[in-house]
């Protein structure tokens, strides 16, 4: 009964996976139905519909003035970052890695949107940054679709039938995004089913699938945010509370890989005006911008409760322990 | 950055896994539609649709004279073992585990029924085996219905709609199995999905999923298969070839338990006439059975391939490797 030592699990995960799934995403010509939708779902894989949110209001007449005027009088709750790091993984003068959240401030909708703008045609994110004050970006992610910005709702469909249907639920959350091409969301994953929806300019993901829990190097990071000084000036200010576990690796950076990293094989896509998609739970995602001829990029997302029945979380979750064993 | 060191990660996975779901099985007032059963299929968890084939041809008409008449003049093949315990682990005289597979005969069916019958209505299983010279169950598991037993196939449905729409391609195989209560099915997996329908007498599940695999103590066994001498005895005679890997605990007997043996709970579904039983791909499963009042149990089942992409069938397998590593 003797047998050849088995390979690393972690390492044998990685590679059934890469060899099982292809790196191109999938494109479906036009919205899935609920059957189709689950499919994908019960697979915990992603796909995009091109132009699938074509038609919507949203996206035929949203631009600077048309939002303006649908905002008109109205202050917003805005993450003010030096480098468009909102929620990320951050240096800090010690060169320790810690967790910093941004700097939030109600700005009224006209100045914010004409900052963006202005910052992104006087000097777009390719040339030097050094003479960038701060970055700006509507971020929150507290159904504020149906919140803060409730006169825009009725300009994008109020649920994804799809996906209501399939899931038995409504959208638990439904978020807009708006801002420049200064702000990256670092690599993250969240406990949703998400519908993301390009309205204007591009997204940029680079997804990676839960079994890649070993390439990210999640770290307990020590929690932070930013803070505005009298000058005007943005300081990390750290806080109290508990370590936030968070990936640190960058796909797209050097530093932090993992001895598993070189085996994630990420998924990338971009959405252009109209296009949909389907980021499914648990999932890492990275996401840079690209902004229209305005100077700006938006987009609204639809987030749906996961199924947290079944053998997919626990599996995911002890992915993650081994994970962690593994690299200690 | 201290922590207090984390759960052993396969014990993490068994109660996360026992926390987040029941030990009770879903009941259907009907058979679902495909979306409903791709929920099921989605989450990996079983459901019994009570008398959901009370309606077949089969369940209403199938008993011994009419099987002999639609099998006139017909032989088929048939397991044989000494105690029911075809494809089992087994000891043989030198007190080793082995995987050992029936004698396979042809038999005239009419015999084969005549057999079966005669000896479950003269001696019900609870009585000592003893007396008992072998036992005999018709289980070949290649698509025998479309086959060996075509003039049977009419009476049952030709697939499994919601399961064909859901999964998207017909059945890889249906089987028809009989036998009476001596018959026991060791527990297994199967890479299949597989809709389990009962047509005459009682089967009696013992179930775990996939995740339970530190519990189940698979090992490499020698390959064996009974032969019956000259005599008509039966002998185990060791093979040539791989290895088997093989569950070796009894989730209702004793010995070889693991350390994580006491963290599986089973769950248990005894399904009667029309009863039908989705169970899902890669569940661990044991199967017992009792006999109508002609003293057979009879039972067709619809495999249908499991799907292969996407994280599922990773994951389990690393949970299969990570047990292992466990283990040793
Ligand atoms: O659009 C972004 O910047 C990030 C989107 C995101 O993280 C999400 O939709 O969960
Ligand atoms: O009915 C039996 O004895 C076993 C059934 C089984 O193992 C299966 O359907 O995969």
């Given at each position: 009964m003797d047998r050849t030592p088995p390979l690393d699990p972690v390492t044998e995960l990685l590679t059934t996976y890469n060899e099982l799934n292809s790196t191109h995403i999938d494109t479906l010509p036009s919205p899935p139905s609920a059957l189709e939708f689950l499919r994908?779902?019960?697979?915990?894989?992603?796909?995009?519909?091109?132009?699938?949110?074509?038609?919507?209001?949203?996206?035929?007449?949203?631009?600077?003035?048309?939002?303006?005027?649908?905002?008109?009088?109205?202050?917003?709750?805005?993450?003010?970052?030096?480098?468009?790091?909102?929620?990320?993984?951050?240096?800090?003068?010690?060169?320790?890695?810690?967790?910093?959240?941004?700097?939030?401030?109600?700005?009224?909708?006209?100045?914010?949107?004409?900052?963006?703008?202005?910052?992104?045609?006087?000097?777009?994110?390719?040339?030097?940054?050094?003479?960038?004050?701060?970055?700006?970006?509507?971020?929150?992610?507290?159904?504020?679709?149906?919140?803060?910005?409730?006169t825009l709702f009725s300009h994008v469909d109020k649920d994804i039938p799809w996906a209501r249907i399939a899931l038995q639920a409504p959208p638990e959350a439904i978020n807009l995004w708006i801002g420049n091409s200064r702000s990256v969301t670092a690599l993250h994953k969240d406990n949703y089913e998400n519908v993301y929806v390009q309205i204007i300019g591009e997204k940029h993901f680079c997804l990676l699938p839960p079994v890649a829990y070993a390439c990210v190097a999640e770290r307990e990071l020590r929690p932070a945010s930013y803070v505005r000084k009298d000058d005007g000036c943005l300081e990390i200010k750290e806080e109290a509370g508990d370590l936030v576990p968070f990936p640190t690796w960058d796909p797209d950076g050097d530093g932090q890989e993992t001895k598993y990293s070189d085996l994630a094989q990420p998924v990338r896509v971009t959405l252009r005006k109209g296009d949909m998609l389907y980021l499914p739970a648990l999932w890492y995602h990275k996401v840079s911008q690209s902004t229209n001829e305005e100077g700006m990029c938006c987009a609204v997302n639809y987030w749906y409760d996961m199924e947290w029945g079944g053998s997919f979380y626990p599996l995911c979750n002890f992915a993650r322990s081994v994970g962690i064993a593994a690299l200690t």
């Open positions: 994908f779902v019960a697979r915990n894989r992603p796909f995009v519909v091109r132009g699938g949110a074509s038609d919507w209001e949203a996206t035929k007449t949203w631009g600077i003035e048309s939002l303006k005027a649908l905002l008109e009088g109205q202050s917003i709750q805005v993450a003010v970052t030096p480098h468009g790091n909102a929620d990320s993984p951050t240096t800090n003068e010690k060169r320790e890695l810690i967790f910093v959240k941004p700097w939030e401030e109600q700005q009224s909708f006209s100045e914010f949107i004409d900052f963006i703008s202005a910052q992104e045609l006087r000097s777009p994110s390719s040339s030097s940054s050094s003479s960038v004050p701060e970055v700006r970006y509507a971020q929150t992610q507290n159904d504020n679709l149906r919140n803060e910005y409730l």
